[in-house]
């Protein structure tokens, strides 16, 4: 029968090619999000990243293999793989033209606030605004902008103007001259990749994210506005396409690794001593 320590030392592929198959696992989980909302305006998307597991250490890199020299090497064997984080990249979206005035990109970095209903701040690249029925600037979700923009009821849409700049004008119908009706803020932060997403194209803060840097677009380094354009989700679907086969691939390793290592175990429990 195969004795214990070498038992446990094929034991070790087992288990390492199973953490290989949990890990692409969840990268396939990843790409599929990704996939999903290629159509989702302003969505960002999601980059599975991994670590090595701990190592068994048989033997240290400068131990002595003699009584005037040294090992130049280790001798580890590795554990498998772990899923370290999911990494969302907040790189430019492509820019669509809509000729909806209610419609608005940020060119650059930033996000539009959102007010919610318990009263904090929610942020979002999403810029489909819609009116509601107070006629106020609002997300797919009725989450009006915390700047408060109330277009005039008397207005027609497209004498509704948004500057670069943020300063969101309109004109009555009858007047010549437009009227301000409020100014667009956006909010940047130190590390955006650090915000908490719960779902509806929202993010919040967190303590990794950092507070928001609060100011109008085009000063201290946020981004423009750009009217009657949407921002398209940032993924590519060719590069998730090939992400997806090398994760199935790597997947499908795995688990011949896992058969190999059993078939192995089976040849060595069925030796005659």
């Known amino acids: 029968m195969i004795e214990l320590k070498e038992f446990c030392i094929m034991m070790r592929s087992l288990w390492s090619a199973a953490s290989g198959m949990k890990a692409q696992q969840t990268n396939m989980d990843v790409v599929a999000h990704n996939l ?21 250490t048989l033997r240290n890199a400068g131990a002595e293999s003699g009584a005037d020299s040294r090992y130049p090497t280790a ?11 999911t990494q969302r990249l907040f ?63 008397n207005a027609p849409l497209d004498s509704i103007v948004i500057a670069a700049d943020g300063q969101v004008s309109n004109t009555p119908a009858g007047d010549t001259a437009a009227t301000v009706a409020g100014q667009i803020t956006l909010a940047r932060f130190v590390n955006p990749a650090g915000l908490h ?13 950092g507070e928001a840097l ?19 989700s940032n993924v590519q679907v060719v590069e998730e396409m090939v992400n997806m086969i090398v994760a199935q691939r790597a997947y499908e390793s795995d688990a011949k690794a896992i058969t190999t290592s059993d078939s192995m175990l089976e040849i060595a429990n069925g030796l005659k001593r």
């Open 91 to 153: 790189t430019q979206g492509n820019l669509q033209s809509t000729e909806n005035p209610l419609d608005v990109a940020i060119e650059g970095e930033g996000f539009f606030r959102v007010e919610m209903p318990d009263g904090t701040i929610a942020y979002t690249r999403d810029g489909s605004f819609k009116l509601d029925e107070q006629r106020r600037l609002v997300t797919s979700d009725g989450y009006p902008l915390a700047d408060g923009i109330t277009i005039d009821e």
């Open 36 to 56: 999903a909302n290629v159509n989702t305006f302003g969505n960002k998307k999601v980059r599975a990243e991994f670590q090595d597991l701990l190592y068994q």
């Open 214 to 232: 609060e100011g109008n677009p085009g000063e201290d380094g946020a981004g423009t506005l750009v009217q009657n354009v949407i921002e398209m």
């Open 75 to 85: 001798l580890q064997v590795g554990l498998g793989v772990k899923v370290a984080a």
């Open 197 to 209: 997403a719960r779902g509806k194209n929202l993010f919040t803060v967190t303590d990794a994210s």
